[in-house]
């Protein structure tokens, strides 16, 4: 008992210092707690899927990659643009989870279906028909952006 005593009263210091470190990790910056914390979605009623993130988050990055695909298209890389499409087409099918409303799903559906198209057509090297699809989507994002007013 007096052994383990000791040997409390020695590692106090090091004890101290490991709770009073891991107190600091934990606390909050300004940067965790507002702006770069993803904003929470509130569960859709009986889905089995719930975000963790803004829809913005998943915007930026399909934004980035649809970008690519414009700049692909010049380059006629349609290898890249069918993985791209590909990628995108399951973007907009998560998407549609993230609100309620029939509308929102309907774009988020159509986009996706002309993403797979895309895909297919790109797959097949099928410039033309990949270049016409890209427009297409096109329409259903600005539609859907419209609609909701972004
Ligand atoms: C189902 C509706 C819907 C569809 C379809 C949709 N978007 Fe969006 N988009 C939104 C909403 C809502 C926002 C606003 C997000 C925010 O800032 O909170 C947004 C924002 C954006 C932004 C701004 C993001 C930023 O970084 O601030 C870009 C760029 C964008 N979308 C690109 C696209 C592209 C490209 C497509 C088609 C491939 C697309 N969106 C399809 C709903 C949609």
Redesign the pocket.
């Given at each position: 008992m007096e052994l383990v005593k000791t040997q409390t009263r020695r590692f106090f210091p090091l004890i101290a210092l490991i709770v009073l470190g891991v107190g600091f990790y934990c606390i909050p910056t300004q940067a965790d707690s507002d702006k770069d914390k993803p904003k929470e979605k509130p569960p859709v009623k009986g889905a089995l899927y719930k975000p963790v993130v803004?829809?913005?988050v998943i915007?930026?990055k399909?934004?980035d990659i649809?970008a690519e695909i414009e700049e692909n298209l010049e380059k006629k890389r349609l290898r890249t643009i069918k993985k791209d499409a590909a990628f995108?087409a399951e973007m907009?099918n998560i998407?549609?989870h993230?609100?309620k409303e029939k509308a929102?799903k309907d774009?988020?559906v159509?986009?996706r279906d002309i993403?797979l198209k895309m895909h297919q057509a790109a797959s097949k090297k099928d410039q033309a028909t990949t270049a016409k699809l890209y427009k297409e989507?096109?329409a259903?994002?600005e539609?859907?952006?419209d609609?909701?007013d972004?």
């Open positions: 803004d829809i913005e915007m930026h399909v934004d649809y995108l907009m998407t549609q993230f609100q929102w774009f988020s159509k986009s993403l989507v096109d259903v994002c539609g859907c952006h609609k909701y972004v």
